[in-house]
């Protein structure tokens, strides 16, 4: 419980910290990036909850993204509801959504579910693109109503940025909580091995339906705050190589962990503005820089440096390593004849 | 002592023309521990499947109290009381003895999002109390030592002990054990004997497949014996050691305790 | 009723390029256990392969068969750097190497050649016979009739020869295979290779019908893996089988809905199969031994 309590702490010290330095922020270019980060960062962790805790991949993220944004658009926009209403609609929405995407998904396993899920994140694009009468199709929808939080308008930016660093920081704590709970051990025990979880009275497909169902739920929440910040969306941020983005994101970093979502937005972040510099080269790095990161660190960045650094510093640690290195027992375990 | 736990009837298992287990009938007693034994291929996992919901019978049901089970998710299974190591281990690699064996407290715990994202007194309580009951069984089963230890620095016995452990975590009824001394020395045997006398002595009920017929025959109270997934002897001990069909079924190998 | 017919002819096109290319995607998903993404920018290699030759004067057919060599060659470089390193990692891993390659190769060929599309012509693209009243291009026939030899000759090479066996080996257990000293690395390679090479046929093909860009291939991935989960992964038959439905419903949809729904109407079909037989249609299920 201890434990908890710090995560608790520090938690609640950084957000205080960062929601009140980002009042100080002059540069409205580098205020821009640190928000947009910040809901890359929302969307990491929600991809994460899939893929880091549950092993199943998603690679139509993008699609409750976009659910998201097109829920807070359109009822702000068509039936003016307030902002915050139609934040607490399109996070409910985009979670049903996952829902009933995972309930045919959650049977499949690896490719194909990966298929699925981009098939999920084509047909939302599609829709988007095609149902012109709600969507605006390719123009999208403008005007989008910027909200306001006890009179404190966020439309600007400092403010909004001192107000999605207090989500993500509470979002983090969530889950913090959910996956120190029986929750995240059911979670863990079915991604390393299913048959374990059937054996021990874990529901399985309840359990995937659930991080699917919460998965979309932030995805949709990231959509939600992105309307609110850009007051206009389109299809194109929505489409594939966003899906693929996130889920990048979530693995340069480190799946599985909190921090490596989180380190692996900050990295991508920084890495495309910097790569700005050159141009129309900037994708042709980007896919070098993403393939060579797989083939060096496949586990991750964050989990990659962890190890270094916890060897680098105790000498215990390494012996112990040694000693995994001949175990004779490492060998797979086969399945039984 | 003789209430009966879970009656098996008629059940059959076809895979693609084979039939891995074929119209097997037996009762399953309180606080016993009835022996399951067999020549490889008998059937002897297929039917543990089968009993765990892991596998789904072509034919046949199980009567398990009052309730009548054709076709049953293995997570029911676990809740009905019962719970299983299996052949070859399986346990979470990456995670160390403790967190493997609180696996099988999960159908105990406060799963309540209420609970979980305010860790009320009772999350707290009920969490404080399956560590401890996760503790004792570690102590109880001579694992203390290796308590923080990752499972793949542990051997092959001590794995079969961790899931055990983890299968007891569940509190069950009865307790299948599939073939849970392959692979180990004689000393190493002895050892896990002794465990599953103890855990009997606990009242949990036992089903022991074994291939190894001299410990099965000093351990069970009662024993069946499957041959081409069909039963071809019931009985006591000493009444399988003077069977015929069982000693045609091993053909030569001594059966004598 | 010609429309009907026209409909189909249309479709059958387009099904037998999709399943050439989820040929190749399938055979490599079977041996290295890879679902590559990148799978649809070798058909875009191939293009503009087929593209430049024919600038240069070359024979159209000649340019094909080169463009099979040119996919070949870069699917092998391409092996080397971001595939055969991460062999014994999670397929996860792979497939997101295959990911960055799509997004290089797309990109890179952006830079180098401009994003406009590049119009070949050859001596079908114009022609086209009449009969019954249905106009039958002359290209689609060509694609038609060179997609279903290629799947044959896949077809044979597989189950007849002794690198088909190999292959069948590598992918049915690797380990097993390994002990019968089958060298499954090179397998792996050469599988590769080939795969890609038969897409870069298929982007030679599909060129002067849909013109040649950077982004072609993204859309051919995506039909391709429709096309190998209703056909069943690692089977050739439900290769072609899945092919000729994606194809098929993909033209009837844009024939009497609209194009612009056309790719959800695909995937829609492709959640109704998961849906009903979450191992494709054309497979027989492997259940996991406990
Ligand atoms: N999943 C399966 N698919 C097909 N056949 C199986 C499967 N599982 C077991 N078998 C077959 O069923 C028979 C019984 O196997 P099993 O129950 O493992 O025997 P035992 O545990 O008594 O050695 C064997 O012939 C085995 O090959
Ligand atoms: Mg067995």
């Not at chain 1, 909850?49 to 097109?70: E, N, P, R």
């Not at chain 3, 019954?132 to 038609?144: A, N, T």
């Amino acid at each position: 419980m201890t434990k908890t309590r710090l995560f608790y702490t520090a938690i609640t010290i950084l957000c205080i910290v960062c929601s009140i330095a980002s009042l100080y922020i002059q540069n409205l270019y580098l205020l821009r990036v640190f928000i947009l980060a910040a809901i890359t960062a929302i969307l990491a962790l929600s991809v994460n909850i899939l893929v880091g805790y549950t092993g199943q991949i998603s690679l139509g993220h993008a699609g409750f993204f976009g659910i998201g944004a097109y829920m807070v658009g359109i009822l702000n926009v068509n039936y003016h509801l307030s902002f915050w209403l139609c934040m607490v609609i399109a996070v409910l929405f985009s979670g049903l959504m996952g829902l009933i995407l995972g309930l045919p998904t959650t049977k499949l396993k690896g490719h194909f579910l990966g298929i699925a899920t981009l098939g999920f994140g084509v047909i939302v694009n599609g829709v988007l693109n095609n149902w012109m009468q709600v969507t605006g199709g390719p123009q999208g929808i403008r005007d989008i109503q910027s909200p306001t939080l006890f009179s404190i308008p966020l439309e600007y930016g400092n403010y909004f940025l001192g107000f999605i660093v207090a989500c993500l920081s509470l979002l983090v704590l969530v889950i913090y909580l959910l996956i120190k709970s029986p929750v995240g051990r059911a979670w863990s025990c079915l991604k390393q091995d299913e048959i374990t979880a059937y054996v021990t009275g874990i529901h399985v497909y309840r359990y995937k339906l659930l991080a699917f169902t919460l998965s979309g739920g932030i995805a949709g929440f990231a959509g939600a705050l992105f309307a609110g910040y850009m007051t206009f969306i389109s299809p194109d941020t929505f489409d594939l190589n966003q899906s693929i983005s996130i889920i990048t994101t979530v693995i340069l970093g480190g799946s599985g962990t909190i921090a490596g979502p989180l380190l692996g937005t900050a990295l991508l972040s920084f890495l495309n503005e910097w790569l700005r510099n050159f141009d129309e080269l900037r994708l042709v790095i980007y896919g070098v820089i993403l393939v060579a990161v797989i083939v060096f660190i496949p586990e991750g960045i964050y989990p990659f440096f962890k190890n270094k650094i916890i060897s680098l510093f105790s000498r215990r640690k390494r012996v112990n390593q040694l000693k995994t290195s001949i175990d004779p027992h490492a060998g797979k375990d086969a399945v039984n004849e | 002592m003789n209430e009966q736990l879970m009656q098996v009837n008629n059940i059959s298992v076809n895979f693609g023309g084979l039939w891995a287990v074929k119209s097997i009938e037996m009762d399953v007693k309180k606080n016993e521990i009835l022996g399951v034994m067999g020549p490889n291929g008998a059937g002897k996992s297929t039917f543990l499947n089968v009993l765990s919901g892991l596998q789904q019978p072509s034919e046949g049901y199980l009567i398990i109290g009052t309730q009548k089970i054709s076709q049953s998710k293995p997570w029911n299974m676990a809740k009905l009381g019962l719970s299983r190591s299996f052949q070859t281990v399986r346990l979470l690699r990456e995670l160390n003895v403790l967190d493997n064996i609180l696996i099988g407290g999960h159908m105990d715990a406060q799963k309540q999002a209420w609970d979980i994202l305010f860790r009320t007194k009772r999350y707290r309580q009920k969490e404080k109390e399956l560590v401890s009951r996760a503790d004792n069984l570690i102590e109880t089963l001579e694992l203390s030592e290796k308590k923080y230890e990752k499972i793949s620095r542990l051997s092959t016995e001590e794995r079969r002990r961790v899931e055990i452990a983890r299968s007891l975590m569940t509190q069950p009824n009865i307790l299948l054990l599939d073939e849970p001394c392959a692979g180990l020395s004689p000393q190493e045997t002895e050892e896990i004997s002794k465990l599953i006398l103890r855990i009997k002595e606990q009242g949990v009920t036992v089903i022991l497949v074994e291939h190894n017929v001299k410990m099965i025959m000093s351990l069970s109270d009662r024993i069946v014996v499957l041959d081409h997934g069909q039963k071809i002897a019931e009985g006591t001990p000493d009444e399988i050691a003077k069977h015929e069909d069982v000693i045609k079924a091993y053909l030569g190998g001594s059966v004598n305790a | 009723m010609t429309e009907f017919i026209q409909i189909i002819v249309n479709g059958m096109a387009n099904g037998a390029l999709y399943a050439l290319i989820a040929l190749g995607l399938t055979l490599i998903y079977g041996v290295m256990n890879l679902s590559n993404f990148a799978q649809g920018e070798f058909a875009m290699i191939g293009a503009f392969g087929t593209y430049f030759l024919m600038q240069m004067h070359m024979n159209y057919m000649l340019a094909i068969i080169l463009s099979f060599i040119i996919a070949g060659l870069i699917g092998f470089v391409i092996h080397i750097l971001a595939f055969h390193p991460l062999r014994k990692s999670e397929p996860l891993n792979m497939m997101l190497s295959s990911l960055g390659v799509s997004v290089f190769l797309v990109n890179l060929s952006q830079y180098l050649f401009s994003p406009n599309p590049k119009v070949v012509s050859n001596s079908f693209s114009e022609k086209s016979i009449q009969a019954f009243g249905v106009f039958l291009s002359e290209q689609r026939i060509l694609i038609v009739i060179v997609s279903l030899i290629l799947c044959g000759f896949t077809y044979w090479l597989l189950e007849r020869s002794k690198f088909g066996r190999s292959v069948r080996a590598a992918s049915l257990d690797p380990d097993t295979a390994t002990l019968y000293g089958i060298p499954t690395n090179r397998i792996a390679f050469l599988t590769f290779i080939f795969g890609v090479a038969l897409t870069g046929i298929a982007g030679g093909l599909t060129a002067p019908i849909y013109n040649v860009y950077p982004t072609m291939g993204i859309s051919l991935t995506l039909k391709a893996f429709v096309v190998v989960v209703l056909g069943g992964m690692g089977n050739i038959p439900g290769a072609i089988m899945g092919g000729f439905i994606v194809g098929l419903i993909e033209s009837f949809s844009a024939g009497y809905i609209s194009t612009a729904f056309q790719d959800v109407i695909v995937f829609s079909a492709l959640f109704l199969v998961l849906i009903i037989k979450p191992e494709g249609i054309l497979s027989k299920v492997q259940g996991e031994k406990v």
